[in-house]
């Protein structure tokens, strides 16, 4: 199985609605980051979580990390096309040293 | 705001050449780090640097494979003799401290191995 699993794979929104991508690991973690990325370019940082029930927002997306589950949910209220992209979970596992291991990608279209 | 940068963007190079990826890692960072990106797969850790030598490598990065701080600014990827099944996006990384903090990417070098 994989350590690190996101879902869905796809996602195709409304304008306007919300949505909400999970990232499950099958270890402990130390911080669980989200990433954005366009096809075929660089890797844009959203947001870094380090504690259980920690949230962060930053406009209109929004981040938790449940540490009992092991897992963060990224939620965007009100999505619009400028969303759009490959949303991707990195995480930094208490087994391993100070790699991120990466989720396959959730990737997000924005109907206008 | 500081950000890595990498050169060059694309790199097309033919199977059994050499090629040297470079990266500009941000200046009061002490750690580094190389990821790439098969097209449509997953970003997978490549190695990662700290005070003059590789404290982390996965499997991938065997023997043609090498990094380098030549200075006190760049930090290199060199790929010995390149394969076909090595076209990838590289990126490096670079952080403030080992946990709980932000790995930096750079936008990346589009490797293409022909």
């Known amino acids: 199985s994989q350590e690190l699993e996101q879902s869905p794979q796809s996602l195709i929104v409304q304008e306007g609605k919300n949505l909400t991508i999970n990232c499950t690991s099958s270890?402990?973690?130390?911080?669980l980051y989200w990433y954005k990325q366009k096809y075929g370019e660089g890797l844009i940082f959203l947001m870094m979580l380090q504690k259980g029930g920690e949230e962060k927002s930053h406009e209109k997306i929004t981040a938790k990390l449940d540490e009992k589950k092991q897992q963060s949910s990224l939620h965007i209220t009100a999505s619009q096309p400028s969303h759009a992209g490959i949303y991707l979970c990195?995480?930094?596992?208490?087994?391993?040293?100070?790699?991120?291991?990466f989720g396959a990608g959730t990737i997000l279209r924005v109907k206008s | 705001e500081p950000e890595v940068t990498q050169t060059p963007s694309h790199q097309v190079t033919q199977m059994g050449q050499e090629v040297i990826l470079r990266c500009v890692p941000i200046s009061n960072h002490l750690y580094f780090y190389w990821y790439r990106q098969i097209l449509g797969q997953k970003v997978e850790f490549l190695v990662s640097?700290?005070?003059?030598?590789?404290?982390?490598k996965s499997e991938i990065f065997d023997d043609q494979f090498s990094v380098e701080r030549p200075d006190g600014s760049n930090f290199t990827l060199k790929i010995r003799s390149t394969k076909l099944e090595d076209s990838a996006m590289y990126f490096c990384?670079?952080?403030?401290?080992?946990?709980?903090?932000?790995?930096?990417f750079g936008p990346g070098t589009r490797l293409t191995v022909l």
């Open positions: 990384a670079s952080a403030r401290a080992v946990r709980w903090n932000e790995q930096f």
């Open positions: 990195g995480a930094d596992m208490w087994e391993y040293g100070n790699k991120l291991v």
């Open positions: 270890k402990t973690l130390y911080g």
């Open positions: 640097f700290y005070n003059n030598e590789i404290s982390e």
